[in-house]
């Protein structure tokens, strides 16, 4: 596990847009994130519907983006692990909410062959980070002046009670509504979560 100060520098380096440290943090973390997405797969048609690969996926791309864009506060490792692991569920029950609301019948899927998981975690691609990238674009063209302030201030590695001393607003007031934000943007973007507040 790291120590903290080097933990806190690769979240501040991760939010900067550095490659290197966002490929650091996938090789680190995405065993977890994969053994967290395979406890919540009990059910065995959704086991073979849904891959944790794809899971891990999705989970790295929205903690990515809403890393750079300032929402999370993160000091531990604990801390990140406990994220990615709820991250994880919420991304598991939503994707069985899909298919279950889409009626699709298990049977017709073929199954995935035995031993995927258990492949070793590969590295971040420059094309995924350009895509991560873009998608940064796309979320601040559709959030309001205020808003995009909110994630420059975060980017800039201040604390919310420094932001709330500027923008005349409570802490915690700042971060919900920073938060609800990335929220509507994502479900904009048919990348809906409810991994957040």
């Known amino acids: 596990m790291m120590e903290e100060t080097e933990f806190r520098d690769l979240i501040k380096r991760i939010r900067g847009g550095d490659q290197t440290a966002a490929a650091e943090l996938v090789r ?49 490792p604990e801390q990140l692990l406990g994220l990615l692991g709820i991250m994880a569920q919420n991304k598991v029950r939503d994707q069985a909410r899909r298919l279950s609301a889409a009626r699709r019948d298990c049977r017709l899927d073929r199954d995935h062959p035995d031993g995927l998981d258990d492949l070793p975690a590969r590295e971040v691609t420059p094309c995924e980070i350009a895509a991560g990238k873009e998608l940064v674009e796309e979320v ?38 920073l938060s609800r934000a990335i929220d509507r943007v994502f479900h904009e973007l048919g990348l809906e979560d409810t991994d957040h507040d």
């Open 28 to 76: 680190r973390y995405e065993p977890a994130i994969r053994r967290a997405a395979r406890i919540r797969l009990v059910d065995p048609h959704l086991d073979r519907l849904i891959d944790s690969m794809d899971i891990c996926q999705s989970v790295l791309a929205s903690f990515f983006v809403r890393v750079h864009l300032g929402q999370y506060d993160l000091d531990t």
């Open 140 to 177: 601040r063209r559709r959030l309001s002046p205020d808003e995009w302030r909110l994630v420059e201030q975060r980017t800039l590695g201040r604390q919310w009670g420094e932001i709330s001393t500027v923008m005349g607003s409570s802490p915690e007031a700042l971060r919900k509504q």
